[in-house]
T-cell receptor
Framework: GIQVEQSPPDLILQEGANSTLRCNFSDSVNNLQWFHQNPWGQLINLFYIPSGTKQNGRLSATTVATERYSLLYISSSQTTDSGVYFCAVLSFYNTDKLIFGTGTRLQVFP | GAVVSQHPSRVICKSGTSVKIECRSLDFQATTMFWYRQFPKQSLMLMATSNEGSKATYEQGVEKDKFLINHASLTLSTLTVTSAHPEDSSFYIC????????????FGPGTRLTVT
């Protein structure tokens, strides 16, 4: 089945810093989502982005489906950005289920 | 956006008992609901997919007789962990999707199950 790898696995930032999180996938996808899992476990939808670039405030995402990767940019990070960031894909060949990546654990310190 | 609730948020039960977890889509009708399990510091693993009015489809390695899933309406799915054991302790998360929402999955807040 499709493999979804994220990097880096862990990231520590000081408030105000920028960061880029990467998601690589091993096969063609129909769709891709980015999520933020807060310290209480709630998954928050960030982007639904099969291709192209989207921006929402301090966050933006770019997916290059032909090269099988997606990037999540966080600018001017805040302590509330702490948590785990997951990308998840819908395989082109099995569109019934999301396959989650390995996650990036982000800690932002004041 | 879309709101999905789960109840209870936290439950502690004794080994051998059964526990039911509810997942509700509050502001849209969910044709499909998904159940995931997440162990500490790990990613989400899909357990099963359920469509309203039909039997759930379980992922390989998930015991359907142990994890009973019912999707009786377009806004409610339940997961019952039968004869729970300590190794079933985990964080259980549901999600819901619908055609009206472009099949984007929206997640509940999760249920932390501890079996003693």
């Amino acid at each position: 089945g499709i493999q979804v790898e994220q990097s880096p696995p862990d990231l520590i930032l000081q408030e105000g810093a920028n960061s880029t999180l990467r998601c690589n996938f091993s096969d063609s996808v129909n769709n891709l989502q980015w999520f933020h899992q807060n310290p209480w476990g709630q998954l928050i939808n960030l982007f639904y982005i099969p291709s192209g670039t989207k921006q929402n405030g301090r966050l933006s995402a770019t997916t290059v489906a032909t090269e099988r990767y997606s990037l999540l940019y966080i600018s001017s990070s805040q302590t509330t950005d702490s948590g785990v960031y997951f990308c998840a894909v819908l395989s082109f060949y099995n569109t019934d289920k999301l396959i989650f990546g390995t996650g990036t654990r982000l800690q932002v310190f004041p | 956006g879309a709101v999905v609730s789960q109840h209870p948020s936290r439950v502690i039960c004794k080994s051998g008992t059964s526990v039911k977890i509810e997942c509700r889509s509050l502001d849209f009708q969910a044709t499909t609901m998904f159940w995931y399990r997440q162990f500490p510091k790990q990613s989400l693993m899909l357990m099963a997919t359920s469509n309203e009015g039909s039997k759930a489809t379980y992922e390989q390695g998930v015991e359907k007789d142990k994890f009973l899933i019912n999707h009786a309406s377009l806004t409610l799915s339940t997961l019952t962990v039968t004869s729970a054991h300590p190794e079933d302790s985990s964080f259980y998360i549901c999600s819901a999707a619908s055609q009206e929402k472009g099949y984007e999955q929206y997640f509940g807040p999760g249920t932390r199950l501890t079996v003693t």
